[in-house]
Each structure stands twice: as structure tokens, then as C-alpha cells.
């Protein structure tokens, strides 16, 4: 169900459509639909069914032939009873059921075609290049859905992800690029970057390759402006943001499929590995973490990497299960 925030919009843009909102409430509502792209589609809707139901004009009403029949049933010496239909009651019942008939539409779009109007593009299996209306290109990892627009507005391009995408934005400083997901905010004039936010992992995750990128949570005051070099991480359950320097491309490998190290610590080389892999690698020993590693990966299997890793550092890995796995021995 929406939520009460949600409410309070909707209730707006149907005072909107009456001519009933204040300029404030008209700026408020105007912020609100250019921030979200599925919401305008479902607006612009309304309004439509709105238009198409318009208010009936005004009847006019020539009182003094009417006060002329009045006067001649009071000479009549027997009136005949009239049962009479107020003019208002029936209007009022023709707006109500108007009204129900655009509020079951709403509903019906809202919670059946949540995307009405607007483009969605889906990678399962395998990845896939979006281009978008400004010509911005958006690799989109497996299991990602991107919406947007068919056609971005004069003031901002806003688009919706879910999932994985490494974005290269086509620089435009009149219309700020804005990517929207479950918890937070990303904006960009035209740069390039990398965003995981899949929906059952504790954090959205932004790296950022070029340019400067500002990365706010939706709640909250929390916000970190990022810069070619760094990458912020906004934690779910708190809405913390924390940044720190990541080293090279391995920050988007799943793109190019390809990992490199070069005097890197352990700790550091196994943070990478478990984001290109999805798994959890553990150290017996956190000294291990010291140990320098220097090698590079190009699609390479996960335990081939592993065997590769383990056998130039002198240690051995146990897989616990096929998410998590060990490594031990004395290293370095």
C-alpha cells in the first residue's frame, strides 16, 4: 500500500486537479513528480481521466417565466402534488461516481501497471547496454531492472534502478542526472560510475570512475560527495554513510570481467573477489590479511582463482558451503 508520505502527494495532485492548491502546495507536488518518473506517468493519467470527465457547464435559469408559473399554480384551485428531484443532489451524484471511476483507475494502474507509460529494461542472465533518451550509456549487471522515461523532461533526467549498473552519463549542467533506488539518491551532472543496490543486500554501494557524484540516503540527513578513486557505502538499517579509496577498475569487474592486483594486502584482494564472485571468504588467522598479493584475473572461474591466490601465498582454502569459504595456514 502507499505510504502515509505517498498519501499525502496523491491528495495534492487531486486537490491540483480541482484548481484548489496553494502556489507552495504547486511548487511541493511539482518537486515531488520530477523526482520520480513512474509517479508523473501515473499523475499525467489522472489527468487525462479527469479532462475526459469534466464538470457539466452551468444550466441557466430564466426566473421570471418561472415566478409567472408560480403565480398561476397559487390561482389554481387544485394543485397537483409533484414529487420533486433536487438539480444539485443529482450533480453531486454524477461528481461522486466520477470520482470513485478516477480513484479505481488510479488504483488499478498503481498497483497492476506501476510502470505505466514508462521504459523498462531488464537483465536476467546475462548483462545488458541500455542507451538512454540523452544518448547516457548504462551496463546493467545480471538480475537488474533499470525504468526511465521514453523521453526526459526540460529540468531533470530521473530514472529508477534496481539491482547492479555502471552508468556513463552524457554531461548536460541545465538537467542533473538522477538515479533513484529503494533507499537512496544518486545526482550527477555527467560522469561515470558504478551502483550496486539489490534489494536483499544490507547496502547500496556506489564507486566512482570519473567525475564527482553526490549519493544521498532517502531518510535521514546522510549525504558524501564521491570522487574518481573512492566509493561510499549507505547502510539499509541505519542510513550511515561511509566512505573509503578503492584501488583500480575492480570496483565494476563484472563489466569487463576482469580483476588486477598488484601489491595489494589480502584483505584488500578478498573484498574484491567477493564482490565479483557473490561469496564470503574468511581468514583463519586476520595476520593473513597482511600477506601482498600481485596477479590479474581475466574471467576466471571462481576456484581457479582461488587455487591461483592460495598456492602463490602458501595457504589452502575449505569451502564451508557454496557461499562461504576458508582460508588457512601460515602464509606469506
Known sequence: ????????????????????TTPAEQEELHRWLAANPAHH????????L????????AIEVDTDAAWQKVRAGIRTEKQQQTKVIPLFRSIWR??????????LAWLIQYY??????????????????????????????????????????????????????????????LRPFIIKTEEAQIKVLGTSFNIRAYPEEEQVELAVATGKVALTAEEGT???????????????????????????????????GRLQFKDRPLKEVLMD???????????????????RFTGNFQKTELQEALAVLTATLQLAYKEINNQTYILTGPGC
Open 1 to 20: 500500500m502507499p505510504s502515509d508520505m505517498e498519501s499525502k502527494y496523491w491528495d495534492l495532485a487531486a486537490k491540483q486537479l480541482e484548481g484548489k
Open 41 to 48: 506517468a501515473q499523475y499525467q493519467t489522472q489527468q487525462r
Open 50 to 57: 479527469w479532462q475526459l470527465t469534466a464538470p457539466a457547464s
Open 94 to 103: 454524477v461528481a461522486a461516481s466520477v470520482a470513485l471511476l478516477i480513484g
Open 112 to 173: 497492476c501497471f506501476p510502470y505505466f507509460g514508462m521504459e523498462v529494461a531488464e537483465a536476467g542472465k546475462v548483462q545488458r547496454l541500455v542507451v538512454l533518451p540523452d544518448s547516457s550509456r548504462v551496463w546493467l549487471n545480471k538480475r537488474s531492472k533499470l525504468i526511465y522515461a521514453a523521453d526526459f523532461d526540460e529540468t531533470t533526467r530521473t530514472v529508477q534502478l534496481e539491482g547492479e549498473a555502471f552508468f556513463d552519463v552524457q554531461r548536460d549542467t
Open 222 to 256: 546522510a549525504a558524501a560527495i564521491v570522487t574518481p578513486g573512492y566509493a561510499a557505502n549507505l547502510n539499509r538499517k541505519n542510513n550511515v554513510i561511509k566512505k573509503q579509496k578503492i584501488s583500480g577498475e575492480n570496483a565494476w569487474a563484472w563489466q569487463s
Open 273 to 291: 573477489l567477493e564482490r565479483y564472485y557473490g561469496v564470503r571468504l574468511q581468514l583463519q588467522n586476520a595476520s593473513l590479511g597482511d600477506c
